[in-house]
């Protein structure tokens, strides 16, 4: 397993002057992603452009410009490398990546302020309960980091937000991460990474130590 982390240009401007690049990476279907509106679409559309990058890093000789598949759960993949698994997340200023020979869930936030109505809308009764006996200065960050750790699973799974985010259970204990609810046994990671909570669930109990970073110069200059 590899994980990346890209940090995306600040403006749609500096984006938008390197689309005669950044187009060699998209299929004629996805050209019109070139004119995002806000930086969330930039950063929805570096994803996809990141992903292929990586694609022509790890198979140079055997890398064409291919669509994206949906899997029946939704989660995209190459058809002609079924074995390759991958997983996006963006938020604000970053696109984090994680690449591995089994299925893989991401997800990467700042710290995000508590609030009650999410916190009872989206989790379970276990986690808001646990949220409620946080000191007030670790609520914001107890619950950015079960909110990521949720989100990875759902992503891993494919099952989203909307369908069961609150039927199962996160806890953090003494730096231990565990999960009440799943179907199949998983394992979760998650890094504290340039002010970002990034979390990672996989089948496997084997994880990276670093964080590889990618930057958008090098999108640009190693085509």
Known sequence: MQIYLLEIPQTLEVFCANNDVLVKYL???EKHLLEPKNL??????LGKIAIR??????FPNEYTLQPFSKAQSGKPYFASLPNWHFNISHTKRW?????????????????????????????????YLYLETVSLDKQDEIFTRLW?????????????ISNNF????????NEVIDIEGNEEPVFFK???YKGLFISICSVKNIFPKIINDLSFEELITVL
């Open 53 to 58: 990058y990586l694609l022509k890093k790890y």
């Open 148 to 160: 990521t750790l949720k989100e990875c699973y759902v992503k891993y799974t494919g099952t989203g």
């Open 166 to 173: 609150s039927n199962f259970a996160i806890s953090i204990k």
């Open 27 to 29: 299929t004629a279907d």
């Open 190 to 192: 998650q890094y504290d």
């Open 40 to 45: 969330a679409q930039m950063a929805s559309i």
């Open 95 to 127: 696109v984090a990546i994680a690449i591995s020979d089994q299925e893989v869930g991401i997800d990467v936030e700042g710290i995000r302020s508590y609030k009650k109505e999410v916190a009872k809308r989206f989790f379970s009764s276990a986690e």
